[in-house]
């Protein structure tokens, strides 16, 4: 096994899925599809009929790309970054290590899937309301994500190795309300798919708190945690912020006011992102923060070539 091969059929994976395209109305199909892996236990968390998912999926949108193909980084499973991740100033003690997900795991690997240019700039025409492809990319474009990881997951079981999608497992959780009853804090999961991003050396966080990679921060993430061992990736970055250029053009663009030199609220965020997934239940999301901003595309490490 090598990353090129992983890279490949990513890539080739990402060209021909059909789950890497909006799919005209599915009907009765709908539940069914929505409700694997994990999907509509953590990525629909303001309710609303799954039967709902037809609507809106009018011709302009039927058969838009998601994602382009992922970038990926890896990183040692004993690397102590992840140990540091269950501190209470980072993510918390909640936060589960690479050998609770899988024991004697080796490696972490952590894609980052960018978003394609429609979606990208379609979300910059509206200042205050995300764009119907932003939407559809942030809840149906879920399958993908997953089974971007299930992909390369099955190319290393292939090759007699083990592994696991951390977001796929039934112990996986995200809680992004305070109603939701589940063992970990409100706006947390219990395997941080940024923070692991950052540790394997994938990206930095910007001042958004979203991770900026080399090919931006439009995007989204997923890992894989395996027993295959491979040199890891070398970071070249040092600090939390080091690929942000400090333009502070995130904190304007937020439509919640939730963004400032001192951080993010997310008692402001929150309440928009559920106002966000009542109107449009049961798909939500926002990007304003990631969109149409110099890092959107691109990062500004001090090493960029």
């Given at each position: 096994?090598?990353?090129e091969?992983?890279?490949?059929?990513?890539?080739?994976?990402?060209?021909?899925?059909?789950?890497?395209?909006?799919?005209?109305?599915a009907?009765a199909?709908?539940?069914?599809?929505?409700?694997a892996?994990?999907?509509?236990?953590?990525?629909m968390?303001?309710?609303?009929d799954?039967?709902?998912?037809?609507?809106?999926k009018?011709?302009?949108?039927?058969?838009m790309?998601?994602?382009?193909?992922?970038?990926?980084?890896?990183?040692?499973?004993?690397?102590?970054?992840?140990e540091e991740?269950?501190?209470?100033?980072?993510?918390?003690?909640?936060?589960r290590?690479?050998e609770?997900?899988?024991?004697?795991?080796?490696s972490?690997?952590?894609l980052?899937l960018?978003?394609?240019?429609?979606v990208?700039?379609?979300?910059?025409e509206?200042?205050?309301?995300?764009?119907?492809?932003?939407?559809?990319?942030r809840?149906?474009?879920?399958?993908?994500?997953?089974?971007?990881?299930?992909?390369?997951?099955?190319?290393?079981q292939?090759?007699g190795y083990?592994?696991v999608?951390?977001?796929?497992e039934?112990?996986?959780c995200?809680?992004?309300?305070?109603?939701?009853?589940?063992?970990?804090?409100?706006?947390?999961?219990?395997?941080s798919?940024r923070?692991?991003?950052?540790?394997?050396?994938?990206?930095?966080?910007?001042?958004?708190?979203?991770?900026?990679?080399k090919?931006?921060?439009?995007?989204?993430?997923?890992?894989?945690?395996?027993?295959?061992?491979?040199?890891?990736d070398?970071?070249?970055?040092?600090?939390?912020?080091?690929?942000c250029?400090?333009c502070?053009?995130?904190y304007?663009?937020?439509p919640?006011g939730a963004?400032?030199?001192?951080?993010?609220?997310?008692?402001?965020?929150?309440?928009?992102?559920?106002?966000?997934?009542?109107?449009?239940?049961?798909?939500?999301?926002c990007?304003?923060?990631?969109s149409?901003?110099?890092?959107?595309?691109?990062?500004f490490?001090?090493?960029?070539k």
């Amino acid at each position: 096994m090598d990353r090129e091969h992983i890279l490949k059929a990513a890539a080739a994976f990402s060209e021909d899925s059909p789950t890497n395209y909006l799919s005209p109305p599915a009907g009765a199909d709908a539940e069914k599809s929505f409700s694997a892996n994990n999907f509509s236990k953590n990525n629909m968390p303001f309710g609303g009929d799954v039967s709902a998912l037809d609507r809106d999926k009018s011709e302009r949108y039927v058969g838009m790309r998601f994602f382009m193909p992922p970038i990926m980084a890896v990183g040692r499973a004993d690397d102590p970054r992840f140990e540091e991740l269950k501190n209470e100033n980072v993510v918390g003690p909640h936060h589960r290590l690479p050998e609770d997900w899988l024991p004697g795991a080796r490696s972490v690997i952590s894609l980052f899937l960018p978003y394609s240019e429609r979606v990208i700039k379609s979300n910059t025409e509206d200042p205050a309301e995300p764009s119907y492809e932003w939407l559809f990319t942030r809840v149906d474009g879920q399958q993908h994500l997953l089974a971007m990881g299930k992909l390369v997951c099955s190319l290393l079981q292939q090759e007699g190795y083990r592994a696991v999608v951390p977001q796929t497992e039934d112990s996986y959780c995200m809680r992004t309300s305070a109603e939701q009853q589940l063992p970990i804090p409100v706006w947390s999961s219990n395997w941080s798919e940024r923070h692991v991003a950052y540790v394997t050396g994938l990206g930095t966080f910007g001042r958004m708190t979203n991770i900026i990679t080399k090919k931006g921060c439009c995007g989204r993430l997923i890992s894989i945690v395996t027993d295959w061992e491979t040199e890891p990736d070398e970071r070249d970055y040092e600090g939390l912020y080091d690929y942000c250029c400090d333009c502070g053009k995130c904190y304007s663009a937020c439509p919640a006011g939730a963004l400032s030199p001192q951080g993010k609220d997310k008692t402001l965020c929150a309440p928009f992102l559920r106002a966000i997934g009542k109107k449009y239940a049961p798909r939500y999301g926002c990007g304003k923060c990631q969109s149409g901003l110099p890092c959107s595309t691109t990062y500004f490490g001090k090493n960029k070539k």
